[in-house]
């Protein structure tokens, strides 16, 4: 076996490591925790990169795993592994890549902080569990990075943990992505119980390999459900609750509590992605219908996902694999029968998310609150990619959506940093004067966003999934909500860009004294101007914009490269594609959208940049209710709180009243009896004696008030009394009937 | 050799009563030194168990009744043997604050300790019942003298339950005894005897009910929180940590391998009411304003794991359940003695709402640390014992009732609720209370506290990453003649 596939636990193991060594140092070995955590990420990003080059090496290995066992019980076992293939190299490349600049940026940002040390400690936790997740083989392994990582995020979000709201925070955060885990768990169960494994790939005897899935199909459950769409739905339980899809997507925007490098690592690149990866990679079971299993000698995924061992010719490879796209793709000699019903669900709840959060951003005024609907729709965007186009559509999303939000969020960080904490777009403009390397960074991740046509990332992939989703056999429903919510994405992240670089500085001590005063401006200039971040902040900036312009190159409809890698066969360069019905027609219509919701939102807000940060928003002026509506999201929240939380409240206040009272009146009751029994026979004791036993009854009395001085011990002891009693009786009838 | 467990409890507890009165110190350190020698012997003994039954001592007793003194030990005995073995010793760290009477609490507490020991070896049923008889008085003086709130009550409530679950199983065991024939009251032989369904059908109820009591089965659970909270903290420990367990591993031992049939009968019920159990316990903790109180019922939850475990009758869910009873012993341990011992002896509250002001994170951060890791291992994060122990639970309540298994699934989500209010309630207060009312100096925190807190700590941590040490002693005891009962009753 290949030495790298053996010891890829040793990409997680790293940084587990420096987590543990960090624990042990005092909180004042400031630079020594750095270097340790900063080191162990580099060296779990070399590792990765040599595990990757040999997945993308032609003829490399498309995927090998390892596995062992951990519980045997009986003949029942669970075995835990991990597995290398084009899915799990690429994210752990991500990963460590995107987590090393981040940790690098965040030792400038969390320079001041007083529990820097312990910082580092908890980002290093994450990453280990991240990086566990990503490669693990077997489901159960998943799950329980899949809970670490929802531990790190807890620790993180809250902490802050003097504000009391970031702790509301991360409870909210982990008690409702633990919604979600109960369905996965459930599904995970149920899983087992059928397959009798978790292994994902396991030599044709993993439970996302043709004899499981198979068998998964042919069982039904309720309402005429194959086995395996129920399962897949349990499953996608958890990945909405992770990556915060409608309707648990509510922590997600209050989870921004959380230091602003937090939410760059977890609640944008890495951890909400991991639900998109979690569907990816159960993908075969999610999308496996009796239709699709049958007209290949394989599931289409699984195919995707099982047909090209390491040794398979690359040449069958790719036929296979054209077979599987088309399958996909959905040609018009396969009908909707073939995408099964987890799958339609998966697209339908991302593309509904897509649009919802995009809706919601539109009305927010927090910079980091924005950015956090913004993920939400942009998540919702990869759902419906692997639902509408397969995993390499979704997944492609996932990473340059990774680079270009991180890009946002840190620069996001660096302009509340040189803002002095203020997070309010309404309360910053012109910031593009005092910080030009920031800006600059900030507006190649606001085009990628968008998707500014040709030279961004963000167009690519999500031309894809637009392109995927105008195929799709089954509705043109997402496809709608797709490019409308495309629309918004343009719209929101140009008001953002308008309210935060251009203009002028609304900040200062207009907001220190909370007033107003306009005229104060040149004195607030002087006294309280933003300043541009310190290199070891902006540097990272850099890299990631880089990478959010080039990765586009990877996944263009002429080279698809990164499918292509996914799916493990290679991509050839066809010119011709671009000139294939609808796709050039598409990709001309989304550039439309994406410049029309710029130029609204430049009409709205650029043309005349707010003055006064008081003042009405333009979309306001102009729909004052929906504005408050979207402001106010939905009312989602307060739907929850007056619904689930209260009958929640309400069933534990009535079960303990019914402790209190009831089932304890009951004993107290029972007590009361027996007390009443005691007395009663130490009465008749008394009575009896009265009658003439004068001299015994002294013996007694004596001993009748040393057993009163224990209150309560009476009633034991004349229990047990009886006990006795009876236990001599039994067995005096025992030993008389022997005898 | 594992039988010294029991004589070297009960031999120290026989030095300590006749110690001269006053000298403290040598009471704790003869209570302590007993503990440990115990707990040595315990996983010794253990590291060296045959495979299968090992039979320790078999002396005629009351020979006319066929009643030996029979010890005996098969991986559940060692499993819980060894949970009794640390937190005996952990529970004399965390009481070495007593102040009054501290001779009579080490001798009681010891009496306890080697009443628990005997009825984990017990391989006769009569010196099983005697034994656990014993176990139940020392835990009333225990808590009615040095207990704190209501601990009248609590006491009285806790012997009277103990006193209705033993009278059920008593009868129900007599029953046994004499249709079997009246010539044995050894376990493994009443096990192959064979009872008919009839009787096991109504008999199977009573001692399983019985026994259940004492492992907190809804909704005879009451005792459980009250008991917990009037007791001093070693004995809320030991209350949960291994009391409970005593019922549970009654209601295996006996009820189960003695009435199979009895129990494939009742096994929905059961399941319900342990399902029940979760639930219930879970949501009652999270409107509790007394920290112990939520420690108290977050125990009746997480036993209604144990009783669910049971329930399933499938060799995933009862070595599932046996591992919870392990894993919920030390963590309950670690639970009471943070709030019992480590917060309540230096604050003098258990008010959540009080306890925000003393600022606990910042005054005693290692309680904090310890009371974090804690919640961890009780939500059930992996990791941790508690995952383990819970994942097999479910995996085997899949294959018997799946509904229960979703049901249950509630008490986890509700699980973490309760648990993260109380950590942030108690521990993680807001500045601003804090700053204007800045709490009492507080004593630090002492060095057999820490060790105790190591020591569950490490225990739940191990376990929870190799469960095998525990589970490759555990699973094998399913197929010894002691669960052929179940085994040819489809069971298993």
């Known amino acids: 076996m290949n030495w790298f596939v053996k010891n890829l636990w040793l990409i997680p193991a790293i940084p587990l490591l420096a987590a543990g060594l960090i624990a042990l140092v005092k909180q004042r070995e400031r630079t020594f925790a750095v270097a340790v955590s900063i080191g162990g990420m580099a060296i779990s990003f070399l590792f990765s990169m040599v595990v990757f080059l040999q997945t993308v090496w032609p003829d490399g290995l498309f995927r090998e795993t390892y596995s062992f066992d951990w519980v045997q019980m009986g003949e029942a076992t669970l075995r835990l592994g991990w597995v290398l293939d084009p899915l799990s190299a690429c994210m752990v490349l991500m990963v460590t890549f995107v987590g090393g600049l981040i940790f690098i940026y965040s030792a400038g940002y969390m320079a001041a902080d007083k529990n820097f040390t312990r910082f580092f400690c908890f980002l290093s936790l994450f990453a280990a569990a991240m990086l566990g997740l990503v490669i693990s083989n077997s489901l159960l392994l998943l799950f329980v990075c899949w809970e670490l990582v929802g531990v790190s995020s807890y620790l993180l979000i809250g902490f802050w943990y003097e504000k009391p709201s970031a702790a509301a925070a991360a409870k909210k955060a982990f008690i409702t992505t633990r919604i979600g885990d109960i369905g996965f768990f459930i599904g995970l169960l149920w899983l087992y119980r059928e397959t009798g494994t978790l292994l994902c790939y396991d030599g044709g005897n993993g439970c996302l390999e043709a004899t499981a899935l198979s068998k998964l199909v042919s069982i039904g459950t309720i309402g005429g459900m194959a086995l395996s769409t129920a399962i897949g739905l349990l499953i996608f339980c958890g990945a909405m609750g992770k990556s915060g899809q409608f309707p648990l997507h509510v922590w997600l925007p209050d989870a921004m509590e959380g230091p602003t490098p937090v939410s760059a690592l977890i609640h944008a690149a890495t951890m909400v992605a991991a639900g998109v990866f979690l569907i990816a990679r159960v993908y075969p079971l999610v999308a496996a219908t009796p239709a699709v299993l049958h007209a290949g000698s394989d599931s289409p995924a699984a195919m995707v996902a099982s047909a090209h061992h390491a040794d398979a010719g690359s040449h069958e490879g790719s036929a296979e694999a054209t077979v599987a796209r088309t399958a996909v793709h959905g040609d018009e000699s396969h009908g909707p029968g073939k995408v099964s019903p987890a799958l339609r669900v998966v697209t339908w709840v991302g593309a509904l998310t897509a649009l919802f959060a995009a809706l919601i951003a539109v009305g927010q005024n927090d910079i980091k609150r924005i950015l956090a609907y913004s993920t939400v729709s942009q998540l919702g965007y990869m759902f419906m990619g692997i639902g509408v186009g397969g995993i390499g559509v979704g997944m492609f999303h996932l990473i340059t959506h990774a680079f270009f939000k991180a890009l946002l969020f840190l620069g996001a960080g660096s302009v509340i940093h040189g803002c002095h904490h203020e997070q309010d777009i309404r309360r910053m403009g012109g910031i593009g004067k005092f910080m030009p390397v920031t800006f600059a960074a900030y507006a190649v991740g606001m085009m990628a966003l968008s998707g500014v046509p040709l030279l961004f990332s963000g167009f690519w992939s999500k031309d894809e999934i637009l392109n995927a989703a105008w195929m799709w056999p089954v509705s043109k429903g997402p496809f709608l909500l797709g490019v409308l919510g495309a629309f918004l994405t343009a719209f929101y992240m140009t008001r953002q860009m308008c309210y935060v670089f251009f203009g002028a500085y609304r900040g200062g001590e207009a907001h220190a004294d909370d007033v107003g005063h306009s005229a104060d401006a040149e004195h607030s200039h002087g006294n309280g101007s933003p300043s541009e971040s310190p290199a070891v902040m902006t540097w990272p900036l850099l890299i990631l914009a880089f990478f959010a312009v080039v990765l586009g190159a990877f996944g263009t409809p002429v080279w698809p490269s990164f499918e292509g890698y996914l799916e493990g066969h290679g991509a050839s360069f066809q010119f011709g594609k671009l000139f294939q019905p609808g796709t050039l027609g598409l990709m001309g219509f989304s550039t439309l959208v994406v410049f029309a919701g710029i130029a609204v939102s430049w009409w709205f807000y650029g043309l005349e940049p707010p003055t006064d940060p008081d003042a009405t928003d333009a979309v306001e002026q102009r729909l004052p209710r929906a504005f408050v509506l979207l402001r106010d999201k939905f009312y989602v929240d307060e739907l929850y709180a007056a619904s689930v939380i209260r009958f929640n409240a309400a069933t534990a206040w009535f079960f303990d009243l019914l402790d209190r009272q009831f089932l304890d009146g009951v004993v107290r009751g029972v007590s009361f009896v027996v007390t009443g029994f005691g007395w009663l026979t130490r009465l008749a004791d008394e009575f009896v004696i009265n009658l003439g036993f004068d001299q015994g009854c002294r013996g007694i009395r004596w001993s009748g008030a040393r057993t009163s001085r224990v209150q309560g011990g009476r009633v034991q002891v004349y229990l047990r009394v009886l006990g006795v009693a009876l236990v001599v009786i039994v067995l005096l009838f025992t030993w008389g009937g022997l005898g | ?492």
């Open chain 2, 1 to 492: 050799m594992l039988a010294w467990t029991v004589y070297l409890s009960f031999a120290s507890a026989l030095v300590l009563m006749l110690l001269p009165k006053g000298r403290v110190d040598l009471a704790r350190g003869v209570g302590l030194g007993g503990a440990l020698a115990g707990a040595v012997v315990a996983f010794a003994g253990s590291m060296m168990k045959q495979p299968g039954i090992q039979e320790i001592c078999r002396i005629p007793w009351i020979p006319s009744l066929g009643i030996n003194f029979h010890f005996a030990a098969d991986g559940i005995s060692v499993t819980l043997v060894m949970l009794t073995g640390i937190a005996a010793v952990v529970g004399v760290l965390f009481s070495w604050n007593i102040g009054e009477r501290v001779k009579e609490f080490f001798a009681f507490y010891m009496v306890l300790i080697g009443g628990v020991y005997g009825v984990f070896l017990s391989f006769d049923l009569f010196l099983l019942f005697v034994f656990y008889e014993i176990a139940i008085i020392p835990k009333y003086f225990l808590i009615a003298i040095w207990g704190s709130t209501n601990r009248e009550y609590g006491a009285m409530k806790l012997a009277l339950y103990s006193f209705v679950g033993s009278a059920m199983v008593l009868v129900g065991l007599i029953a046994a005894y004499v249709v079997s024939g009246g010539t044995t009251t050894n376990l493994i032989e009443l096990a192959q005897f064979g009872f008919s369904k009839e009787f096991q059908y109504w008999v199977f109820p009573l001692v399983f009910v019985g026994f259940a009591i004492l492992a907190g089965l809804w909704p005879f659970h009451t005792w459980a929180p009250t008991g917990h909270v009037a007791a001093p903290t070693a004995v809320s420990m030991l209350l949960a940590g291994v009391v409970m367990k005593l019922g549970a591993y009654g209601a295996l031992r006996v009820a189960i391998t003695l009435f199979p049939l009895g129990a494939q009968a009742w096994q929905t019920e059961i399941g319900f009411l342990a399902c029940v159990g979760i639930v219930y316990g879970a949501l009652v903790a999270l409107v509790q304003r007394d920290f112990k109180f939520v420690i108290g019922y977050s125990s009746v939850s997480h036993m209604g794991f144990v009783l669910l475990g049971l329930a399933t009758l499938n060799e995933i869910g009862l070595s599932g359940a046996v591992l919870q009873m392990f894993s919920h012993g030390v963590i309950a341990g670690l639970l009471f003695a943070v709030v019992g011992r480590m917060v309540y002896d230096r604050t003098h509250t258990r008010e959540l709402a009080v306890l925000h002001r003393f600022n606990l994170s910042r005054s005693l951060p290692f309680v904090a640390l310890t009371f974090v890791v804690a919640s961890a291992a009780s939500m059930g994060l992996p990791g941790f014992s508690g995952f383990v122990a819970e994942l097999q639970v479910f995996i085997g309540a899949w294959r018997a009732f799946p509904v229960f298994a979703i049901f249950s699934g509630v008490g986890l989500l509700v699980g973490v609720a309760y648990t993260l209010r109380a950590l942030q309630k108690a521990f993680f207060a807001d500045p601003e209370l804090e700053t204007e009312t800045r709490g009492p100096v507080l004593d630090p925190i002492s060095m057999p506290e820490k060790c105790g807190a190591m020591i569950l700590m490490a225990a739940t941590l191990i376990i929870g990453l190799y469960p095998r040490l525990l589970l490759d002693l555990i699973v094998p005891s399913f197929s010894s003649p002691l669960f052929d009962g179940l085994r040819n009753g489809a069971g298993l």
